[in-house]
T-cell receptor
Framework: AQRVTQPEKLLSVFKGAPVELKCNYSYSGSPELFWYVQYSRQRLQLLLRHISRESIKGFTADLNKGETSFHLKKPFAQEEDSAMYYC???????????FGKGTKLSVKP | NAGVTQTPKFQVLKTGQSMTLQCAQDMNHNSMYWYRQDPGMGLRLIYYSASEGTTDKGEVPNGYNVSRLNKREFSLRLESAAPSQTSVYFCASSQGGKRGYEQYFGPGTRLTVT
């Protein structure tokens, strides 16, 4: 079965430190990959999609097909980055997304 | 544009009661989804509707029913609520098709079943 794995439930860093949130997917085809962010008690918002190759709020993510990974990175974390981050992958040719279990990022002052 | 809206925002039910969660989108999207979010479990798909007139089961459909009332609206019904259905429920929509996988989410409904 297709899976999206986020190995860290919680990631805690200090302000100004680099951040890397890991995501691995199992689909062997050509999925679309996304990162969603959820600030405290708010709705999920799209942060990045791999086909856009853009940087949002200083975050970037590169699709590595060889390692089936789509890690989210930011060189200097800010306190306002504290949130829940979900990695998601398309499910085959269907429009559904499979979500990882999420990583809670805590940026300390 | 309001995007995706959900009602109610909060609800407390007693075991065995029924209720319907409402969802509407104004983006003319074809596909709509219902998820539940539980601590440590992430988001799990309950039901989805790829297009108006169709609905399909997701990962955790037991205990739920859905209705795609029209292109805008997609409701989720709990016929006989159980404590295991205590969760935060999110509705989402997407354009669908090869370039429309991005999903837009509603604000969520926080449901407690006692």
């Amino acid at each position: 079965a297709q899976r999206v794995t986020q190995p860290e439930k919680l990631l805690s860093v200090f302000k100004g430190a680099p951040v890397e949130l890991k995501c691995n997917y199992s689909y062997s085809g050509s999925p679309e990959l996304f990162w969603y962010v959820q600030y405290s008690r708010q709705r999920l918002q799209l942060l990045l999609r791999h086909i856009s190759r853009e940087s949002i709020k200083g975050f970037t993510a590169d699709l590595n097909k060889g390692e089936t990974s789509f890690h989210l990175k930011k060189p200097f974390a800010q306190e306002e980055d504290s949130a829940m981050y979900y990695c998601a992958s398309t499910r085959g040719s269907q429009g559904n997304l499979i979500f990882g279990k999420g990583t809670k990022l805590s940026v300390k002052p | 544009n309001a995007g995706v809206t959900q009602t109610p925002k909060f609800q407390v039910l007693k075991t065995g009661q029924s209720m319907t969660l409402q969802c509407a989108q104004d983006m003319n999207h074809n596909s709509m989804y219902w998820y539940r979010q539980d601590p440590g479990m992430g988001l799990r798909l309950i039901y989805y509707s790829a297009s108006e007139g169709t609905t399909d089961k997701g990962e955790v459909p037991n205990g739920y029913n859905v209705s795609r009332l029209n292109k805008r609206e997609f409701s989720l019904r709990l016929e006989s609520a159980a404590p295991s259905q205590t969760s935060v429920y999110f509705c989402a929509s997407s354009q669908g098709g090869k370039r429309g996988y991005e999903q837009y989410f509603g604000p969520g409904t926080r449901l407690t079943v006692t």
